[in-house]
């Protein structure tokens, strides 16, 4: 899931309005980066509605980017 010019930073959950959010820090070479990595969370089936809050340029060229998205809590088996 995590393209190898991608490095994550930080990660921090919290529940908002009944729904598990992420907001993920993260690091890549080039825009293409982050787009690889938005794609590849949604199409594992447990994030949703990914998208970057705030993208600025690093030191050496390196693209910090604040991304935000609900993970979709797996449904459990329920009482036996």
């Known amino acids: 899931t995590l393209p190898p010019d991608v490095r994550i930073r930080a990660v921090q959950p919290r529940v908002e ?3 598990f959010r992420v ?3 993260a690091q890549a070479r080039r825009v293409e980066d982050l787009e690889s990595f ?5 199409r594992t089936g447990a994030f949703s509605s990914v998208s970057p809050l705030e993208e600025t ?4 060229g390196v693209i910090d ?5 609900t993970y979709r809590v797996p449904a459990t088996g329920g009482a036996r």
């Not at 938005?38 to 949604?42: G, M, N, Q």
């Not at 980017?65 to 998205?69: F, I, N, P, T």
Request: net charge negative; glycine share 16%.
């Open 17 to 19: 309005k009944g729904l």
């Open 23 to 25: 907001v993920i820090s």
């Open 38 to 42: 938005i794609e590849s969370l949604e």
């Open 57 to 60: 340029s690093g030191e050496n």
């Open 65 to 69: 980017a604040v991304l935000e998205g």
